[in-house]
């Protein structure tokens, strides 16, 4: 069976619970072999579009052989790849994850390189400064298949495990959803559009069942659910302005998208009405990043903070009740919790007391092999921004 390894991205816990997510969704049994903060290692049969679908994988790699961790090794199954690619050119490079990347890599690499223009053969070989390439540099000279290879290098336990990247993340497409969209609303604060794909697939739902979002501001979580497949959406937010700019951006997403079809159904409507409004329908997931608070400067003091806190736990308590019938009984209930960051201090809600109150479970979606200090008592997954003073704790509730 094909071994695989996927780069993670900046917060490792989602990343592995995205990973874990999507194969259940997809029906893909998956073999954890090895989790780092820096990679995760399977064995699966992984779907060709498998990577396409993640937000929180930078590179998808499948795996050439295990080795002893010596020049001569590696530079026998790097020329020996290369040989089998039949290319007239070379393009390759290596990737190294893991602590002090060697310094004969780059000896290996010249080799090569050497050998290929000896035979009067084109030869490219990338560099960085960095032990990694980046997905830019990756792409942007031809290392994936069938042109190149990037081999990514991994040592584990005294061996070195030896990949080839499939793929990199979509980085412009990416970049082009989060700031060109023609309406962003950076005073009440927008869902990363990774970070709204990553919510949308822990949902793990069906693409035939319905999603909705009840605080959809710019419809940031509506977007990327359309471009997972999702046919049926609901968006709704209490303000109008909201609503036009989810309309506005989802019709900019059609334009560049020429697969989407589906149109959400929109309401401008407060959450505490919203059951009433749609009379009684359920959804197979509600997926949201609910009002975070007032903006924060970091200076303010603790008991400030705390009154916000004290605000908020309300307001989400109140949330969590509105939504609570509008959820399928097998349905998960997607949120974003806001933690309160100023001054070195840190409040976040009492999220486990909340849940339990209103009759849900915090599910755990991450395999037994992660790192022990990756799972807390909260069991939540964190998300945050350098230099933000609002974090974001990410919930996946359940029913008993
Ligand atoms: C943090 S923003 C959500 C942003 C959204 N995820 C996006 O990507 O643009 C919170 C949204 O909640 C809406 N809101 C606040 N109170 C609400 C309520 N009681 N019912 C419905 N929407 C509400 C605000 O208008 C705002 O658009």
Known sequence: MPQYIFILGREPELSVAEIASVAQRENV???WQHVTGRFAQVEAEL????????AGTVKLAQVLGRLATSPSAVSELAGRTLTELNNEQCHFGFSWYGEGRPAWLERVGMQIKKAWRAQGLRARYVVSREPQLSSVVVAK???????GVEFVLTPQA???IVARTLAVQEFADWSQRDYGRPERDAKVGMLPPKLAR????????NRSSGLLDPFCGSGTVLQEAALLGYRELWGSDNDAAGIERTTKNFAWLKERYSNITVEPTLKVCSVFDLAKRLSGRRFGAIVTEPYLGPPLTGHESRRRLEGIRAELT??????????AGMV??????????????????????????LSQRTGFVLEDLLPPQVPARWRNERQLLYY????????REIAVLKRP
């Open 29 to 31: 049994s998956l073999a």
């Open 47 to 54: 779907p060709a579009d498998f990577m396409a679908q993640l």
């Open 141 to 147: 000279n031809k290392l994936l298949p069938p042109e």
């Open 158 to 160: 005294g061996e070195l």
């Open 198 to 205: 990553l919510m949308v697939n822990l949902a793990q739902l």
């Open 314 to 323: 309300d307001f989400y308590e109140a949330t969590v009740r509105a939504l």
């Open 328 to 353: 399928d009984e097998a349905g998960r209930l997607i949120m974003v919790w806001p933690v309160l960051i100023a001054g070195g201090i840190e409040l976040r809600l009492p999220l486990l007391e």
């Open 384 to 391: 945050y921004r350098p230099g933000q003073h609002v974090g």
